[in-house]
């Protein structure tokens, strides 16, 4: 699985009750934690939380969005 992108990179946080991972996004040029994916139930898949004040260029959604449908299995 690529973790690794060229402005961004994905690492585990930990995993939940039930046995999901959770995932921190972190900018790689400052290491500045920009959000974490974790599953969410109501939507059966893991989503993408944004942290407060972040801002992201289309390479950024472009590679989160990657990274999902990793997790997805696409």
Same mark, same amino acid.
């Given at each position: 699985? =690529?973790v690794?992108? =060229?402005?961004? !990179?994905?690492? =585990?946080?930990?995993?939940? !009750?039930?046995?999901e991972? /959770?995932?921190? $996004?972190? #900018? %790689? =040029? @400052?290491?500045?934690?920009? @959000? %974490?994916? !974790?599953?969410? +139930?109501?939507? /059966? %898949?893991?989503?993408?939380?944004?942290? /407060? #004040?972040?801002?992201?260029? !289309?390479? $950024?959604?472009?590679?989160?969005?990657?990274?999902?449908?990793?997790? +997805?299995?696409?």
């Amino acid at each position: 699985m =690529k973790v690794k992108y =060229k402005y961004i !990179e994905f690492e =585990k946080i930990d995993e939940d !009750e039930m046995d999901e991972t /959770r995932w921190a $996004c972190k #900018n %790689r =040029k @400052g290491g500045a934690y920009l @959000g %974490r994916i !974790e599953w969410y +139930q109501g939507w /059966r %898949r893991h989503v993408y939380i944004p942290y /407060r #004040n972040t801002e992201y260029s !289309e390479g $950024c959604l472009r590679d989160i969005a990657d990274f999902l449908k990793q997790l +997805q299995g696409g």
